[in-house]
């Protein structure tokens, strides 16, 4: 199973500021990789696949990049709806999830 | 747009089985694969396992294996994930959710596993 974990677990950003997560996998995953928004009693959000596609309706200032290990998920002006957790996850093999990394008001 | 609507909460005892169900509205699941992920309290989400509808063809996960049975009807409009021999650390909310590993004509597309809506989830409580 391939493992993903990401940095870091929280983030304190000030609303308009830039938040730049990151998520590590175990092995080779290529660009087969997705960012996902959670907000507290709901289900995930699809926002990036292919490691930089950002998927239907998601703004301009969610961006994504990396390639093989290395992603990194930036919101480029926090804005107070982008609070929430974020979740990587890989699919080049057997489907799996990051541990999530939450963005919080500083 | 297809949505996914589950079925609702349930509170199950150790040792017994759990069912939900996983509709589509506004059309068909077509040829997408729908997946199933769970999500236990404060955890990332897991991929449990996934099906084919149209030709009601699932693999799962190792560690679920032998556990779990995810069905579609013959319709193609609704899938179900059945859960055997229930745990205490069971106790999640399950989703499912559509894979864009698009089917047709016995082939399907290839590490296209994002997943694409969702549906709202449904709370397992696991309780004696």
């Known amino acids: 199973e391939i493992v993903m974990t990401q940095s870091p677990a929280t983030l304190s950003v000030s609303p308009g500021e830039r938040a730049t997560l990151s998520c590590r996998a175990s092995?080779?995953?290529?660009?087969?990789l997705a960012w996902y928004q959670q907000k507290p009693g709901q289900a995930p959000r699809l926002l990036i696949y292919?490691?930089?596609t950002r998927a239907t309706g998601i703004p301009a200032r969610f961006s994504g990049s990396g390639s093989a290990t290395e992603f990194t998920l930036t919101i480029s002006s926090l804005q107070s709806e982008d609070f929430a957790v974020y979740y990587c996850?890989?699919?080049?093999?057997?489907?799996?999830f990051g541990q999530g990394a939450k963005v919080e008001i500083k | 747009q297809v949505q996914l609507v589950q079925s609702g909460a349930l509170v199950e005892k150790p040792g017994s089985s759990v069912k939900v169900s996983c509709k589509a509205t506004?059309?068909?699941?077509?040829?997408?694969?729908i997946v199933w992920v769970r999500q236990a309290p404060g955890q990332g989400p897991e991929c449990m396992g996934r099906?084919?509808?149209?030709?009601?063809?699932?693999d799962y996960a190792q560690r679920f294996q032998g556990r779990v049975t995810i069905t579609a009807d013959k319709s193609a409009t609704t899938v179900y994930m059945e859960v055997r021999s229930l745990r205490y650390d069971d106790t999640a909310v399950y989703y499912c959710?559509?894979?864009?590993?698009?089917?047709?004509?016995?082939?399907?597309?290839?590490?296209?596993?994002?997943?694409?809506?969702w549906g709202q989830g449904t709370l397992v409580i696991v309780s004696s």
């Open positions: 506004g059309g068909t699941f077509g040829g997408y694969t």
């Open positions: 996850q890989q699919y080049n093999d057997w489907p799996t």
């Open positions: 292919g490691a930089s």
């Open positions: 092995q080779n995953v290529n660009s087969d």
């Open positions: 959710a559509r894979s864009q590993r698009f089917c047709s004509g016995g082939t399907c597309r290839k590490r296209a596993d994002w997943f694409d809506p």
């Open positions: 099906i084919i509808p149209i030709l009601n063809i699932a």
